[in-house]
């Protein structure tokens, strides 16, 4: 594991898309791992603004989600489906057909898990992941639980996690559950990268760096993966 440190999140963006676009521009159809959440959308800006300047192309890119809500129909404003296109999808030449999400409207997720895992191993996996990281040490929606999970699955979301994105709902309460890649699923992107920033991410930052491999803290299994890079800012990194 990889831990750089930065003055913060615009610094973190510039480095994350710069990465990003070195593997697009390596490997034009290369396979991305994304996420949601507040964290990535700096580095989205950059891809975008590299897009932009004639700096990268994501004319022949596919992607894969790391996680959707349950319960939720596809183009709500609050779906992980939606937050994609606004934040990078439409502001970028990537062809829909590419673009691959786990359906959380499904009645069977444990087909909709093989389909998934299919199609990713269809396209040769995934070359690099981008994860955040919950306060409690949640990568997608992987929580704090007694053992690691393999392939996607559906997952009941924990008081914190519902604590930290019911603000994006208003009044309307959030989804229970949701759809995510398992752990198996992450740990077998050829590279990843996590992102963190602000004080709130250092206790997970810490137990994640110092605290042993545990499924209490799923980002803890990304020690036993052999090529990770973690960007922090100053915050984040304040415990280490
Ligand atoms: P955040 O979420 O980027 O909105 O903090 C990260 C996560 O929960 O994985």
New binding site residues.
């Given amino acids: 594991m990889e831990v750089k440190i930065f003055n913060d999140a615009q610094e973190i963006a510039v480095a994350a898309a710069e990465l990003f676009t070195d593997i697009i521009n390596n490997k034009n159809d290369a396979v991305l791992g994304l ?6 959308v700096p580095t989205y800006e950059k891809l975008i603004e590299a897009y932009e300047q004639g700096k990268v192309s994501f004319k022949d890119v596919r992607t894969f989600n790391l996680d959707e809500y349950c319960d939720l129909p596809k183009d709500d404003k609050n779906s992980y489906y939606t937050f994609m296109h606004e934040n990078l999808f439409n502001k970028v030449d990537i062809k829909e057909e590419n673009v691959n999400f786990l359906d959380g409207n499904v009645e069977d997720w444990e087909q909709e898990s093989k389909r998934y895992a299919d199609a990713m191993a269809a396209v040769g996996g995934i070359d690099i992941q981008l ?5 409690n040490g ?3 929606f992987n929580e704090p639980a007694d053992a690691f999970t393999d392939e996607s699955f559906k997952v009941t979301l924990t008081q914190s ?1 519902i604590d ?2 019911q603000k994006y709902f208003g009044e309307v309460p959030m989804p229970r559950y949701a759809l995510t890649m398992g752990i198996g699923s992450i740990m077998r992107a050829k590279k990843i990268l996590l992102i963190a920033t ?1 004080a ?2 250092a206790e997970a930052i810490k137990g994640m760096i110092k605290g042993g491999v545990t499924p209490k803290l799923p980002a803890s299994v990304l020690n036993e993966h052999s090529d990770v890079i973690v960007m922090l800012d100053k915050e984040a990194a304040s415990l280490l």
């Fill in positions: 996420a949601t959440g507040a964290t990535p994860l955040g990281i919950g306060t949640h990568i997608g996690t930290s994105n602000g709130s991410k």
